[in-house]
T-cell receptor, first 114, second 114 residues
């Protein structure tokens, strides 16, 4: 088995601030994902990466940057936090393609912008 | 592009009641359809997968089926328990170059009254 660790668990920022969220996985999975979860809106894909140093935009990439410098880690940066923004950011990993490879999720980082 | 509609935002049941959650989907390919469950404070975890090959999935007392004619898929359980309280998401898999992208429904919060 493996685990996905997301840090920090809670993140409080100010409007306009640049904020970075981190994700680590020890599954040795190739593919990693960042999703945003808003109440009542399900999960929306921000960025994903199929291998080290690869980045692919999802449906919600505007306002975000990502970085995959190692196979085991995937970082997400909110480039300019929006006032009153509240959401949970979920990181996931999967082994890659092949008869749907299950995505395993971390516990999330809860963002609040004052 | 692919889309998923999950209209039931919240379902309230008593223990031993029958659970039925429905999603509709739109895709141009043969669908792989998923149900994820998210318990409070945790990330989503895969509950069931349904494909055109198997038509049905069963796990932990839950059953998932899909109807190609109405492009809908369902999650049901004969007798819910308090421990089933969670948010249930349907999702559609889109295989793209290098990764499987998921399109999620908005989620159904299941509340079990003791």
């Amino acid at each position: 088995g493996g685990i996905i660790t997301q840090t920090p668990k809670f993140l409080i920022g100010q409007e306009g601030q640049k904020l970075t969220l981190k994700c680590q996985q020890n599954f040795n999975h190739d593919t990693m994902y960042w999703y945003r979860q808003d109440s009542g809106k399900g999960l929306r894909l921000i960025y994903y990466s199929i291998t080290e140093n690869d980045l692919q935009k999802g449906d919600l990439s505007e306002g975000y940057d990502a970085s995959r410098e190692k196979k085991s880690s995937f970082s997400l940066t909110v480039t300019s936090a929006q006032k009153n923004e509240m959401a949970v950011f979920l990181c996931a990993s999967s082994p890659g393609l092949g008869d749907y490879a299950e995505q395993f999720f971390g516990p999330g980082t809860r963002l609040t912008v004052l | 592009g692919d889309s998923v509609t999950q209209k039931q935002g919240q379902v309230t049941l008593s223990e031993d009641d029958f659970l039925f959650i429905n999603c509709t989907y739109s895709t141009t390919t043969y669908p792989t359809l998923l149900w994820y469950v998210q318990y409070l404070g945790q990330g989503p975890q895969l509950l069931l997968k349904v494909t055109t090959a198997n038509n049905k999935g069963i796990s932990r007392g839950f059953e998932a089926t899909y109807d190609k004619g109405t492009t809908s898929f369902h999650l049901q359980k004969a007798s819910v328990q308090e421990s089933d309280s969670a948010v249930y998401f349907c999702a559609l898999v889109e295989a793209t170059e290098g990764a499987d992208r998921l399109t999620f429904g908005k989620g159904t919060q299941l509340i079990i009254q003791p």
